[in-house]
């Protein structure tokens, strides 16, 4: 199955810190989970992105959250830059991977400002999640996109088992 997966779970450093969320090397996952993951990424068709590096945002950068979650989106990031625009580009550009390639799943980075698919920080720059979508998520939702987050691999696993 083709897959489209948050570049920085793979380990490239793309994360506005400059730093990556790999999976495979998170202490936080056991080892079955690690294991799952791997077999996921080699028995399958990965498509990588960072969206915000494919919006034309650098690493690394500042960090960022989004202002508002309904249309017209709002981005700022931590010096009140507004970056919506590279976020909107990031997700079209994810979009268009999968629109062009036949990928129905995703495997995104949770709570990130583009991948998160079930909470993001409420843009007070304070730590605080709430219940919302990344930009990208949104996106590839919207499009019957099936989105999953690092912590969701087994849901992942039955998906492709179910899917094939
Ligand atoms: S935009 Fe997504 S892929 Fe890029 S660093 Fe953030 S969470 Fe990872």
Request: overall charge neutral; proline content about 3%.
């Amino acid at each position: 199955m083709k897959i489209l997966v948050s570049s920085c779970l793979l380990g490239e450093d793309t994360r506005y810190d400059g730093a990556n969320s790999s999976v495979a090397l998170n202490p936080r996952f056991r080892f079955a989970q690690k294991e799952l993951f791997m077999d996921i990424m080699c028995e399958n068709e990965i498509f990588s992105i960072c969206p915000e590096v494919a919006g034309g945002l650098g690493v690394p950068r500042n960090k960022a959250e989004i202002q508002s979650h309904k249309k017209p989106f709002l981005v700022l990031d931590e010096k009140q830059n507004d970056v919506t625009i590279n976020f909107l580009l990031g997700a079209k550009k994810a979009l268009d991977i999968c629109l062009g390639n036949g990928i129905k799943v995703a495997l995104l980075k949770s709570k990130s400002p583009s991948c998160g698919n079930k909470q993001v920080y409420d843009g007070t720059f304070l730590g605080n999640l709430i219940d919302e979508k990344g930009l990208t998520a949104r996106l590839l939702e919207e499009n019957s996109i099936k989105v999953f987050n690092e912590y969701e691999i087994e849901e992942l696993n039955k998906f492709i088992k179910d899917n094939k």
